[in-house]
């Protein structure tokens, strides 16, 4: 995938008026009785760029699979655009928020063309079948993850990176202006990890998407995120911008790394330079 | 909503690729069908005009068109054979639907209505009906089979979801298997302590068109019927939760709504099938493998075409049976037994079988 887009419009600061777009109060979420998130806040507003970041284990997934409804909390809410969201019917839930699985599954044989497609599913009704605007969007998405040449390939025959770029081809066909990705770049080699967030930034930029990115690599998330959240244990620790965030104490606290944090040198973003791994 | 505009043009638009591609595979689905459609009217054809007294196209033609004939040709085609194929068509369709979507609920390449506890359920109460009540035509026990195939896709359906996960493909199919092992050890042992029961079950069990006349084929086709149409408006649900359902749900789906139209038509077919002819192995575990060569995983496309598959393979394996061992007749789950198992490892080992 090529990054370079010569006939790109001037980049325009995405408007956002700070509009609270989902919300998490109080959440307690858990399988069964075991409790894996506790006591929970959360705002994102509209046109934010957040990046979810914590050690193995410590509830990010979790925290999305609720955010994006496909898990019930076993306390607190979830508030979409100021509405609580379980009780926002499955489909309207589908047609303003797109949600990525962490290892999702293609079945064999389905081609890229027709995974993104099935992107297009909340747009459809008995009444309302296969449109030449649907066709567009497909079309579209496609192009932004320079899927084109590659749209009649299984799924199941591309590697990790395409793939990765197949499915997001499909969360950009469903057409929501609030996307959950959880962690996009896992599989992927250093470069092509460069070249999801950049899809996912440009989103962010030019499009004024509301993204929500789960990912493990501290320094890239703080160069491309605007804001910082991070978990331990199924708690919230810290959230606000990467400076803010990206402290040595916290990486001691989160993730038990004895680390110097130094200006990176290409974006003057934090960036994490680890020492050793601290015991407990 | 907003629909994302397309702000920069694309040097070379990958959507006409994408266009063409899809244009490709539609018109291979399309001819697909249509040769599914002439297959399915040359079977009906066969299973008209042949069997133990072979009738000429012309005969069977004219026998078929002019009612006012009174022949022997015209009763041995009105009574015996038209009867036979209608009820051939039906639980053929029946059957590769139901596999089909077996299949793409469980997600296991290897699912057909046994795995799901139907035929397990239908024949314990088959022999439940023959031993204990006594019943003794096909007609009979249709009602016993078909309720027996109901409890047993419940009762599944039930021990399935019992962990703390729900229903899954792993759960629902040891639930399924667990309790075909317990329901048929019980048939056996009933079987083993009277005798005398054995014989009417081993006609059913063995899986035949033969001997059912007009009242069976009307018995079931009110039921065959609701699951067909069941099973088409299942069908865009079954494309979306070969996704995964947390990619299904997050696309709008709700997994209740699929699952619960999935399982109605599951057990209307198949259990209307298994009640009619008695449990036909094959036809539901092949027949979507076979079409899935020129449909790929798209069930809109997929579960029709299993069906019509479906009820050309019975038709051809029971005209097979006619022919082979005339003047007698080998039952057609015999037949699909023995032609079936070469043909089915050979399309294994020919392409990979599609992992679902
Ligand atoms: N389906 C499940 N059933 C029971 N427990 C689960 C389930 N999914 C996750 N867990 C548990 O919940 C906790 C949080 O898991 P989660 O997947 O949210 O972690 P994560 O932060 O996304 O980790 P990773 O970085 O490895 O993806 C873990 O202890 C995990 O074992
Ligand atoms: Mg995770």
């Known amino acids: ?280 | 909503m907003s629909v994302p505009s397309v702000t920069r043009a694309p040097a070379a638009t990958p959507g006409t690729a994408a266009h063409a591609g899809r244009t490709v595979r539609t018109r291979r689905r399309v001819l697909g069908l249509l040769v599914l459609l002439l297959l399915v009217v040359a079977a009906c054809a066969a299973s008209i005009a042949i069997g133990s007294r072979p009738l000429g196209p012309g005969t069977a033609w004219t026998a078929l068109t002019d009612r006012s004939l009174r022949t022997e040709e015209a009763v041995i085609v009105w009574d015996l054979r038209v009867p036979r194929t209608a009820l051939g068509l039906m639980v053929g369709a029946a059957l590769g639907v139901s596999g089909a979507l077996i299949q793409g609920h469980t997600r296991n390449p290897l699912g057909d209505p046994g795995l799901l506890g139907v035929t397990a359920g239908a024949s314990f109460a088959v022999v439940l009906a023959i031993v204990l009540l006594g019943v003794g035509t096909p007609a009979g026990y249709v009602w016993f089979a078909f309720a027996g195939a109901l409890a047993g896709t419940v009762a599944v359906y039930v021990l399935g979801s019992a962990g703390r996960g729900g229903a899954t493909p792993v759960t629902l199919a040891l639930a399924g298997s667990a309790l075909s092992a317990l329901l048929f050890a019980l048939v056996r042992t009933m079987l083993i302590s009277d005798s005398d029961s054995l014989d009417a079950f081993r006609f059913w069990v063995v899986g035949a068109l033969a001997g059912r006349g007009a009242d069976v084929a009307w018995q079931v086709a009110p039921f065959i019927a609701a699951g067909l149409v069941l099973a088409l408006l299942n069908a865009p649900a079954l494309d979306l939760l070969g996704l995964g359902e947390d990619v299904a749900r997050g696309l709008g789906q709700r997994i209740w709504l699929a699952r619960l139209t999935g399982l109605g038509a599951t057990t209307l077919l198949a259990g209307a099938a298994t009640a009619a002819c008695g449990p036909i192995a094959f036809v539901g575990l092949v027949a979507p493998h076979v079409v899935r060569a020129f449909t790929g995983p798209a069930h809109r496309w997929l579960v029709p075409c299993a069906g019509l598959l479906g009820a050309v393979l019975l038709l051809t394996a029971d005209v097979l049976g006619r022919v082979v061992a005339r003047p007698g007749e080998l039952q057609v789950g015999i037949v699909l037994a023995l032609v079936g198992c070469p043909f089915f490892v050979a399309l294994v080992r020919r392409r990979r079988t599609a992992t679902l």
């Open chain 1, 1 to 280: 995938m090529t990054t370079s887009t010569p006939d790109a419009p001037p980049l325009s600061a995405p408007t956002s008026d700070g509009r609270v777009r989902l919300a998490a109060e109080g959440l307690r979420l858990a399988y069964d009785d075991r409790v894996v998130v506790e006591g929970l806040d959360l705002t994102l507003t509209d046109g934010s760029f957040t990046a979810i970041v914590g050690p193995n284990g410590c509830g990010k997934s979790t925290l999305l699979r609720a955010l994006g409804r496909l898990l019930r909390p076993a306390a607190g809410r979830v508030l979409l655009d100021g509405r609580a969201i379980q009780r926002t019917p499955t489909r309207d839930v589908a047609r303003a928020l797109g949600l990525l699985p962490q290892t999702p599954v293609a079945p064999a044989g389905l081609t890229v063309a027709d995974l993104v497609a099935r992107g297009r599913h909340p747009h459809q009704s008995w009444l309302r079948q296969w449109s030449a605007e649907d066709e567009a969007v497909v079309a579209e998405a496609l192009s932004w993850t320079d899927m084109g040449d590659l749209a009649d390939r299984p799924v199941d025959e591309l590697s990790g990176g395409q793939r990765q770029r197949a499915w997001i081809s499909m969360a950009l066909a469903q057409g929501t202006d609030l996307i959950l990705l959880d962690e996009p770049t896992t599989y992927l080699d250093l470069s092509h990890q460069i070249d999801v967030l950049e899809l996912v930034a440009r989103l962010h930029a030019e499009r004024g998407r509301t993204v929500v990115v789960v990912l493990h690599d501290l320094n890239l998330a703080a160069r491309y995120a605007q804001r910082l959240v991070a978990m331990r244990d199924g708690v919230l620790v810290a959230s606000g911008t990467p400076h803010e965030v990206l402290t040595e104490q916290l990486l001691a606290d989160v993730f038990d790394l004895e680390a110097r944090v130094v200006p990176d040198p290409v974006a003057g973003s934090p960036m994490v330079v680890p020492v050793r791994r601290l015991r407990r």
